[in-house]
Nanobody, 116 residues
Framework: QVQPVESGGGLVQAGGSLKLSCAAS????????MGWYRQAPGKERELVAT???????NYQDSVKGRFTISRDNAGNTVYLQMNSLKPEDTAVYYC??????????WGQGTQVTVSS
């Protein structure tokens, strides 16, 4: 079963930036609305940003104006540019299809840690 591979996380200071990538073999993302999710310790996984197959984007209020989701035309990769990072953005970040019925097996995620 296909499993997305997330990368690009790391340790940054508050106010810093990171760009996350989510990749899979083949153009399996191409016709799916995709999302970036995050899970902080002791909390439920939450949806942070979505992008439709046509490129329409939506964001959780807490990241609006700071995060940008994008996708490549080949349908192989989804990105999350994160600017002005805050300690509360610390979490493991995952990507997956927005629609539950179309989701892949969850990947390992990528850890983002923002120090104050």
């Amino acid at each position: 079963q296909v499993q997305p591979v997330e990368s690009g996380g790391g340790l940054v200071q508050a106010g810093g930036s990171l760009k996350l990538s989510c990749a899979a073999s083949g153009s399996i993302f191409r016709f799916r609305a995709m999302g970036w999710y995050r899970q902080a310790p002791g909390k439920e996984r939450e949806l942070v940003a979505t992008i439709s197959s046509a490129g329409t984007t939506n964001y959780q209020d807490s990241v609006k104006g700071r995060f940008t989701i994008s996708r490549d035309n080949a349908g192989n990769t989804v990105y999350l540019q994160m600017n002005s990072l805050k300690p509360e953005d610390t979490a493991v970040y995952y990507c997956n299809a927005q629609t539950m019925a179309l989701r892949f097996r969850w990947g390992q995620g990528t850890q983002v840690t923002v120090s104050s």
